[in-house]
């Protein structure tokens, strides 16, 4: 079991900054998939930005692309988002989200679907005023 808990969210004007994190804790921080997703009332839960466990390879949805950068503390077992230029469409509750790779040894890939994952935090409340 790995759990996950977000922290860093609030209320924000529109072209301000906020920094998201993800403590996990349990199993091994090794060999793992990471990511956030991030749901707004009446819609799906959507992929923000994905990081494989090997040579940080990162995945940005095309919404976030530019404006917001995921990065992962291995030896602090931490995921991170940092958000800039922020737009009140960014309003969501955002949640990072954890899988192990399993029967492969390519762990550059970065899954995109909320099936892929088997862990989730409890997630963060992020508001941007206009």
């Known amino acids: 079991q790995v759990q996950l808990v977000e922290s860093g969210g609030g209320l924000v004007q529109a072209g301000g900054s906020l920094r998201l994190s993800c403590a996990a804790s349990g199993r091994t921080f090794s060999r793992i998939a990471l990511a956030w997703f991030r749901q707004v009332p009446g819609k799906e839960r959507e992929f923000v930005a994905g990081?494989?466990?090997?040579?940080?390879?990162?995945y940005y949805a095309d919404s976030v692309k530019g404006r917001f950068t995921i990065s992962r503390d291995n030896a602090k077992n931490t995921l991170y988002l940092e958000m800039s230029t922020l737009k009140p469409e960014d309003t969501a509750v955002y949640y990072c989200a954890a899988t192990y790779y399993s029967g492969t040894y390519d762990y550059t890939t970065i899954y995109t679907t909320v099936r892929e994952y088997n862990y989730w935090g409890q997630g963060t409340q992020v508001t941007v005023s206009s």
């Open positions: 990081i494989a466990w090997i040579r940080s390879v990162t």
